[in-house]
């Protein structure tokens, strides 16, 4: 309480702690006792009908908020696991690489799908923290793999928005530097759900990637924003033909058709082609006519935690080495 002039006033004074700011309400003694009298119950009613509007827009500020605090407490309790899908020559059945895929493990155990969590992590910006953590994780659990296989290749995605960040690529060259692992072993595979805004720009970082060893696959391509001058202006070393045209490779003469046009461009471009979502050995042979030479999908393994994934590895080695000559080892 303070007087100023003679007249008793009642001062009232409040700092944020977040913010810098400062607010101070006084009333006069005189001028409080006549709305006390007058309008006490309409502005009463009118402060309850604001303070429930304020508690109605919190509330769902924190709603809003809820999913992204999670995958911040998420990401800074290492929960993003990754997965692998083995990547296999079709004719043998050999693996001779992996996707590696992000799945969230609560501590729980409880296991998210990515189709639960990447878009928002994409819209809110954890993209980029999720993709360094999945991939610094799954250095540590392949370094034996890849350092007594050399001609094993890991793949991780990338989004177009993170591959076209600043200082990706050092980024990229010091993780796996510190990890003791070949570049040549690192697949960069660029996503397609969102367009490349800057294909020159893109251009230019696939070719530092390459100049440093790494190679760099295009993801989805016949589905995706990847149209025909992409494929040869990105520089890229692989493209890998969508599970859309392999679902239907054995009911569809067009279908057909379109995989022998991508393998013929890839192999005028000097590319590699990688064929997703196999699922059965009717799709394998159909692939392996239109000249695809690898592929990855259910019909050898789903995506594995990592455990799981090393058996099939050693499995797979054990029964290579013990098979005839020619013997195809997914058939």
Same mark, same amino acid.
């Given at each position: 309480?303070?007087? *100023? ?15 810098? !700011? ?9 001028? !409080? ?13 009118? %402060? ?20 992204v605090? *999670? ?30 895929? %992000? ?34 994780s799954?250095l ?8 007594? *296989? ?32 070949s ?5 960069v ?22 100049d ?10 016949g ?12 520089g ?15 009911? *569809?003469?067009? @279908? @057909?058709t ?13 590319? @590699? ?33 990592f %455990? ?10 054990h ?13």
């Amino acid at each position: 309480m303070s007087t *100023d002039l003679g007249e008793v006033q009642i001062s009232f004074d409040r700092s944020s702690t977040r913010l810098p !700011l400062h607010a101070t309400v006084r009333l006069e003694q005189a001028v !409080l006792s006549s709305w006390n009298s007058e309008a006490y119950w309409p502005a009463l009613a009118v %402060a309850l009908g604001l303070g429930a509007l304020f508690g109605i827009l919190l509330a769902r500020s924190r709603r809003m908020e809820g999913p992204v605090a *999670d995958l911040d407490r998420a990401l800074a309790a290492g929960e993003f696991t990754p997965y692998y899908q083995p990547i296999f020559d079709l004719r043998t059945g050999q693996i001779t690489g992996c996707e590696v895929l %992000a799945r969230w493990v609560r501590r729980d155990g409880v296991v998210v799908p990515p189709m639960n969590f990447i878009p928002l992590a994409e819209s809110s910006g954890r993209i980029e923290a999720m993709t360094w953590q999945i991939l610094r994780s799954a250095l540590s659990d392949l370094e034996v793999v890849l350092r007594a *296989d050399k001609s094993f290749k890991m793949s991780v995605n990338v989004v177009p928005k993170h591959l076209l960040s600043a200082g990706f690529v050092e980024t990229l060259r010091r993780t796996v530097l510190a990890a003791r692992i070949s570049a040549r072993q690192i697949v960069v595979e660029v996503t397609e759900r969102d367009e490349l805004d800057d294909l020159d720009r893109a251009a230019t970082i696939v070719a530092e990637l390459r100049d440093h060893g790494f190679r760099v696959a295009i993801d989805d391509v016949g589905v995706g924003h990847s149209g025909l001058s992409r494929l040869k202006g990105l520089g890229a070393n692989t493209i890998k033909i969508d599970k859309f045209f392999v679902d239907t490779i054995t009911v *569809d003469a067009s @279908t @057909t058709t379109i995989v022998e046009m991508l393998v013929a461009l890839a192999k005028d471009f000097r590319m @590699t082609v990688v064929a997703e979502g196999i699922e059965t050995e009717e799709q394998r042979r159909a692939l392996i006519a239109s000249g695809v030479e690898e592929g990855q999908g259910y019909l050898v393994a789903a995506p594995l935690p990592f %455990a799981k994934f090393s058996e099939l590895v050693e499995s797979h080695r054990h029964s290579a080495s013990a098979a005839p000559a020619g013997d195809v080892l997914v058939a």
